[in-house]
């Protein structure tokens, strides 16, 4: 933003200190010719999409099947690897 500059030592013949309306009129002018250069808000953005996304039923539903199918594998590769419970037992006699 452009401002006047302002001695902090009054100089007989300097340019005196803006009045509150001159002060207003150039902070308008800068506000209104102002222009994003960062890209999208992102947290608007965000906000917008969790309104728009998916119910949380569909939500919950999803990672329900989806963690049904992470056990129901588990499962299957412990049997296969016969790891932790499904592990046959080793008859060893010790003295």
Do not use: C
């Amino acid at each position: 933003m452009k401002v006047p500059y302002v001695e902090d030592k009054a100089t007989r013949g300097g340019q005196s200190t803006p009045s509150e309306t001159d002060v207003s009129r150039m902070i308008r002018a800068e506000v209104e010719t102002w222009k994003s250069r960062r890209g999208p808000d992102w947290s608007d953005l965000m906000i917008r999409l969790a309104a728009a996304g998916p119910s949380p039923w569909v939500i919950y539903t999803t990672a329900s099947a989806a963690l049904v199918v992470i056990l129901f594998t588990a499962y299957l590769v412990g049997s296969w690897l016969q790891i932790g419970a499904f592990a046959q037992p080793i008859n060893s006699h010790l003295h």
